[in-house]
């Protein structure tokens, strides 16, 4: 399983990069052979099922904010199925790394206050509005982040520290 999923998770990656999307036939076809295996090794449907749940439930919401895209939220429940309840631990480990990532490229652009005062006109916003609405970048030449490196960083620290 390990093996598999590393290199769903490599492809997954390499569309993100040269894309900035990830097909929903990489996910879809992701979905079927982990459902496979994970029935092979005789997983229950109940515990495959509350691993895809999970990380739906936990992301829709940044999705309509426009802060991850349906691709990565695909991804995330793929990466769900074998883990069950554990998805968890891996979806914070998912956005620890992101934010470790986000960190040093803002660093590296030096755009910190930049940032940050795009946030503020957004919250500030939204409060004066009273409603919460999708997160529009005001920088259209910058690039977003790639949310499957994180992603992957997610399941290798899980292996590494023998969580898998």
Known sequence: MILW???YLTLAVIYDWRDFRIPNRLNAAGAVITVIICA???MEWSVMAVGVLIPFMCCIGLFYLRA???GDIKVLMVCGIPLGAAVIRFLILSFLWNG???VCVLWKHRSFRLRFSY???YLSGCLRDGQITSYENPDDESKYL???YGIFLAYLTQI???LL
């Open 40 to 42: 092979l090794q005789g």
């Open 119 to 121: 946030l503020r006109h």
């Open 68 to 70: 991850l895209g349906g």
């Open 100 to 102: 470790v990532i986000a």
């Open 160 to 162: 590494v520290g023998g």
């Open 146 to 148: 790639h949310f499957t």
């Open 5 to 7: 999923m590393l290199i």
